[in-house]
Each structure stands twice: as structure tokens, then as C-alpha cells.
């Protein structure tokens, strides 16, 4: 029991002056400090819309009214002239232009041929035939409600504007332009979704995954290194697979506790339970790995065999681990690859 402490101690001083252990967890402090020192960058889409109204129907101005005050990607604003809108299309100031002829609104509803409004874009305008839609989805309300109870009272339904409430009723219900021409999630809540705020992904996790792993490794490693010196010739073989156990496990617990400790600093969502099993599958993992080595017919000691393979397999942990490369992109045959490495499965 005494030889045992012993070497217990010697153990935990060896990983407590491993350099490698260090890296690792600056590299896991740092990212977690990136992760909470990046500030939030916003998806947002904002494009300047001139309108010119030429029209002096009460209702015209209303619609446009009602288009500048919308929240959307796109920011509608009123310009005096054409001259105005001319400059600031050259300027950048507006992304597109609309100008609302004379008498436009009375023409849409009546029996003359409907004037068209004029689109004024550049070679850099862009997203114009949304925001078209979104003019047409205001002006299609009042003119589909106005050309409805015109068709009715042609019909005889004309009770001097007692039911004109009800035919309103009728028609939003019913025929209501934000379910027919409306552009889907550009006002409200599904625009929010679209400027959502969001931070860039800083992969701590995943890193975590392989630090674990990998000081897993650093931990066999030592345990052959004692076995190449003739350090357990005392011990049986069950003491041995114990005592490999305990080193491996003396190594990757602190990168687990660690890796715990920087995803709350962080705020990433993470489950104890998972770490836990994780580090447990790779310490038993490693120590399988560490008994298929010394089982092995080599000529030279399985510290060095380790030592050789292990900046490799790394590498390769962490190209196929999900870090560097999305693993929903991988072919079948990486993803099949990709299952062999276990950060793949953190």
C-alpha cells in the first residue's frame, strides 16, 4: 500500500508539472475569455426606401405613412422632389426609389386604367421586388376593400355605410392582403428572428472534448513510461490495469473539472452528467488502448510506440472530431471515419 501512495504522488506531481497540461488548459481559458469578450454581432438587413407620393388622396398618404412607420428590413422614408431622390440614390443614402403618380390611389378603385408607380433603382439596388410587394400588400388593403363594397352596392347591398364595419369584417377575415401579398417574416416577431443577435461561435466545447481525451493519453503515456523503467515488477497484473487506471484518471479529471468550470464561466449550455460519462469512456478507452499496446509483439517499448503515434492520432482527433470541420458536412465515408475518433461523440 505504502509503494502504491507512492507512486500515486509521484503521479499527480508529474501532471501537476507537465507542461502539455498547461497548453491545454490556456488554450480552454482563452477561448472561454473569447467567448464572453466577443461582443454579439447582429444579422440585420437594412435597406433605405425613398418614396415620392405625388398623390393627394387623404387615404395615399396614409398607406404611406403607415410604410415608414413599419418595422422591416426595410427603412421607408418620404423625399419633397425628384431631384431628392435622384441625389440620394447617387449618394447611397436610398437603396431604391418609388414615385406615386397623380390621382393613383382613385384610378386603383375606379373605372379608369390604374397609373403605375415608377421604381427608380441603380446597379447596386437590391431586394427591390420585396420591397415592391410590400408597397403593393398596403395599397391591395384598401383598394380590394373599396373595389368589394363597390361590386356589392352595383349588386344592391348599399345601406349608406350602416354595414360598411361588417363588409371591413368580411374582407380581413376572408381576404385579408397580408395572407395573400404580404411578405413573410419581414414585420413583428418573425423580423426579430431575422435580426436576432448572436455571438460567434468559439468551438470551447468541442476543444474541451479533445483536451480531455488527450490528457487521457498524457496519462498512459506516463503509466508505459513507468512500465518501460521496471517501476511495477512488484505489482500484479491486476494491481497494474488498477494502477493504470488511476493514472490515466489522475490526469484527465482536472481537464474535466476545468473544462466544467469554463463552460459556466462562458455560459455555455452543458450537462455534468455528460462530462462525467465522457471522461469515464475515455479513461477506460485509454486504458484498453494502453493494454492492446503491451500485448502487442514489438521489438520496441510501448512508450516509444505511443510517443510516435500519438502527435498523429491528435491530428487527427481533431480534424475529425467535429472542431475544425462541421460534421453535418462530411461525406458518408468521414462521417463513418469520424466515429472512430471519440471528440466526435462530445
Known amino acids: ?62 398607406i404611406v405613412d ?6 422591416s428590413i426595410f427603412h421607408f422614408y418620404v423625399v419633397d422632389s425628384e431631384e431628392e431622390m435622384y441625389d440620394d440614390l447617387a449618394q447611397g443614402k436610398a437603396n431604391t426609389g418609388y414615385v406615386i403618380p397623380e390621382g393613383f390611389l382613385d384610378r386603383c378603385t375606379g373605372d379608369k386604367k390604374a397609373r403605375e408607380i415608377a421604381v427608380v433603382t441603380t446597379p447596386s439596388s437590391g431586394m427591390t421586388s420585396l420591397a415592391t410587394e410590400e408597397i403593393f400588400e398596403k395599397i391591395f388593403r384598401y383598394s380590394a376593400l373599396k373595389i368589394l363594397q363597390t361590386t356589392l352596392e352595383e349588386y344592391g347591398y348599399n345601406d ?22 404580404a411578405l413573410t417574416g419581414l414585420q413583428g416577431e418573425q423580423y426579430n428572428e431575422i435580426t436576432k443577435s448572436e455571438k460567434i461561435e468559439i468551438p470551447v466545447y468541442k476543444f474541451a472534448g479533445l483536451f480531455i481525451y488527450a490528457a487521457c493519453l498524457l496519462g498512459l503515456l506516463s503509466f508505459l513510461t513507468d512500465v518501460d523503467n521496471r517501476i511495477y515488477l ?3 497484473k491486476v494491481q497494474k490495469i488498477y494502477l493504470a487506471f488511476i493514472q490515466i484518471a489522475v490526469y484527465a479529471l482536472p481537464m474535466a473539472a476545468l473544462s466544467a468550470i469554463c463552460f459556466l464561466a462562458a455560459g455555455i449550455d452543458f450537462s455534468p452528467a455528460k ?9 477506460v478507452l485509454s486504458l484498453a488502448l494502453g493494454v492492446l499496446i503491451i500485448m502487442l509483439p514489438l521489438k520496441v517499448s510501448p512508450a516509444k510506440v505511443l510517443s510516435a503515434v500519438l502527435p498523429v492520432y491528435l491530428i487527427l482527433c481533431f480534424l475529425f472530431g467535429g472542431i475544425l470541420f462541421d460534421l453535418a458536412s462530411f461525406t458518408k465515408f468521414l462521417k463513418t471515419i469520424s466515429m472512430i475518433f471519440p471528440p466526435h461523440y462530445f
Do not use: H
Open 1 to 62: 500500500m505504502k509503494l502504491f501512495m507512492n507512486r500515486l504522488i509521484v503521479v499527480i506531481k508529474r501532471c501537476a508539472l507537465s507542461p502539455f497540461m498547461y497548453v491545454m488548459a490556456s488554450v480552454l481559458i482563452i477561448l472561454s475569455m473569447l467567448a464572453i469578450l466577443i461582443p454579439e454581432s447582429e444579422k440585420s438587413v437594412y435597406l433605405p426606401v425613398a418614396i415620392l407620393n405625388n398623390d393627394d388622396n387623404e387615404k395615399t398618404e396614409e
Open 66 to 71: 403607415s410604410l415608414c412607420e413599419m418595422r
Open 160 to 181: 349608406n355605410g350602416e354595414n360598411n364595419s361588417e363588409i371591413e369584417q368580411i374582407y380581413y377575415d376572408f381576404l385579408n392582403g397580408d395572407q395573400i401579398y
Open 234 to 236: 512488484r505489482f500484479g
Open 275 to 283: 462530462i462525467i460519462f465522457y471522461t469515464f469512456s475515455v479513461i
